[in-house]
């Protein structure tokens, strides 16, 4: 199965479209008994504690998100403390809560059903307080588990085509997607999730990393046969989807890579069950065997930069943005931010400003340092604030705009006004018919002209579109709750979004739905 050969891929696309009559055809329903394990557990494998007295960074939020790409001048040495402060704040059980039947474990960043299915892995050279070797991260521990001894990052160099931020890394940092573990709730939508999941945790991750002054780089292409054997994980339940290159020591020599062309020795490892029943849906290992890359010439053209996706002319009024100034930012740090950071229950129908809407709108989308947006290891360039998705926004209450909707422009920036009018109840509707996007400030919806994507990057461009718009979403929570406002991801019917921002989004795909607003009461919930 061809990288290029697009149609495994748009069959599961099109075969995971929620509609009206889909949802109501399902029939789906939550089988608790088979409700699955929240973590991954190595059981015969001693944990190493990660130390939490971590010094704050002391960078408020919105700085944090502005500084976005952890690139700038300033560069701090990656150690454990500073490493266990960026799993923390991006993957970490920040607060926990009893109930009759257990306990409900609230996480750094949002996560679909609250099921947490990506794990992280950790692969160093020596660090600091740290062996080199390969390690799980271990949540509800709060520690690593070694895998394996060693510095890895030959194989790991061999794997992203000699990729320049996993070359002079201090860390690299192994994102994978456990399908049960969601697909217990969402069916095969589950590989979507994989990425707006894994994207929120991104969003985090990224942003401490720039508190911290630690350089940190998005990798998307790599060979996904080698990382997943070097993680000895069985790919019938547990795959590689993203790989983040932290910290930077040019000096170092650099790593030879005809170790990793060796056969890595399987782990074999004992992992606790991850559930009692699983259902198996076919259709997200299709798309993800659609959407790996085989060899290392495959990757080298996953780096050709991201593709031209050009605005249309303006035909509506244009309403420029205008953010906050950093000397009226709210001013409380990333770490605050996170720590308190929930998925809105509810929102009040009450408006927002202007000026706090475009906040959230400039902060998320500030460049990304990804290898899919061409963007290197300095600062972003202009292609790095390139995108694969566009926003498009149902304004319902913000003050000094009219309601309707809307598409952002990011060349000015500025608000382009598609159509005036009161919109609350199709906003509703959109969102899969919840309260929520009816009632928000803003319903902000992420589409993508998919067609032309995949026809640049292959069936590799549908993870690197879902996982942008799981970052900007996460970016949006992070600035959102920087200014005391709530938040909350959402699904949504495809098709019908794709109509309802037409002409103007004819051809593109409904990727992702953020509301915002002001929460109804200070009752917060994981998404």
Request: with cysteine; aromatic share 10%.
């Amino acid at each position: 199965m061809s990288n290029r050969d697009t149609t495994a891929l748009w069959r599961y696309h099109n075969a995971t479209k929620h509609s009206y009559s889909s949802v109501r055809r399902s029939g789906h329903r939550l089988d608790f008994a088979t409700y699955p394990a929240p973590f991954k557990v190595y059981p015969d494998i001693e944990s190493i504690p990660l130390p939490r007295d971590w010094n704050g960074s002391g960078t408020d939020a919105l700085s944090a998100l502005a500084s976005f790409s952890g690139n700038g001048e300033q560069q701090a040495a990656l150690d454990l403390r500073a490493l266990a402060a960026i799993l923390y704040y991006s993957a970490g059980i920040t607060r926990r809560r009893q109930y009759p039947g257990g306990e409900i474990y609230f996480r750094a960043a949002a996560c679909t059903g609250a099921l947490y299915e990506v794990e992280l892995y950790v692969a160093c050279g020596i660090l600091p307080g740290l062996e080199a070797g390969l390690y799980h991260f271990d949540p509800a521990a709060f520690a690593l588990q070694k895998l394996r001894t060693g510095d890895r990052h030959s194989m790991l160099l061999s794997a992203t085509a000699n990729e320049e931020a996993v070359r002079d890394a201090n860390a690299v940092i192994i994102c994978t997607g456990t399908y049960w573990r969601n697909a217990w709730k969402y069916q095969a939508r589950t590989y979507r999730h994989f990425f707006w999941d894994n994207g929120t945790i991104l969003a985090n991750l990224l942003a401490m990393a720039a508190a911290l002054h630690v350089p940190a780089r998005l990798v998307m292409g790599f060979v996904d046969d080698q990382v997943n054997r070097l993680l000895d994980v069985d790919t019938q339940r547990e795959v590689a989807i993203s790989i983040v290159a932290l910290g930077r020591d040019a000096s170092k020599p650099a790593r030879a890579t005809q170790e990793a062309a060796a056969q890595i020795e399987p782990l074999s490892l004992k992992t606790g069950p991850p559930s009692p029943g699983e259902v198996d849906y076919p259709l997200m290992r299709d798309a993800h065997q659609a959407s790996s890359l085989r060899t290392v010439e495959e990757v080298k053209q996953w780096r050709a930069g991201p593709p031209a996706l050009a605005d249309q002319e303006p035909t509506g009024k244009l309403f420029d943005l205008a953010p906050l100034a950093a000397a009226e930012w709210p001013g409380e740090t990333i770490e605050q931010v996170i720590q308190r950071r929930g998925s809105t229950r509810r929102f009040a129908r009450a408006p927002i400003s202007v000026e706090q809407l475009s906040t959230m709108l400039v902060s998320a989308t500030r460049g990304i340092a990804a290898d899919f947006l061409g963007s290197g290891l300095g600062p972003p360039s202009e292609a790095a604030l390139s995108r694969l998705n566009d926003l498009y926004v149902i304004v319902n209450a913000i003050n000094g705009l009219p309601s309707g909707s809307y598409y952002l422009r990011r060349d000015r920036p500025a608000l382009e006004l598609l159509q005036q009018g009161e919109f609350r109840d199709r906003a509703g509707y959109l969102g899969l018919e919840q309260e929520l996007p009816a009632d928000a400030a803003a319903a902000i919806f992420f589409l993508a002209d998919l067609k032309a994507i995949l026809e640049h990057f292959g069936n590799r461009g549908y993870r690197a579109a879902q996982i942008e718009a799981g970052i900007l979403g996460g970016k949006l929570y992070l600035a959102a709750y920087a200014q005391k406002i709530g938040a909350t991801g959402l699904t949504f019917y495809d098709d019908d979004v794709t109509d309802f921002f037409s002409p103007h989004a004819a051809g593109k795909s409904a990727i992702f739905l953020v509301a915002v607003g002001i929460p109804a009461k200070r009752v917060l919930r994981t998404l």
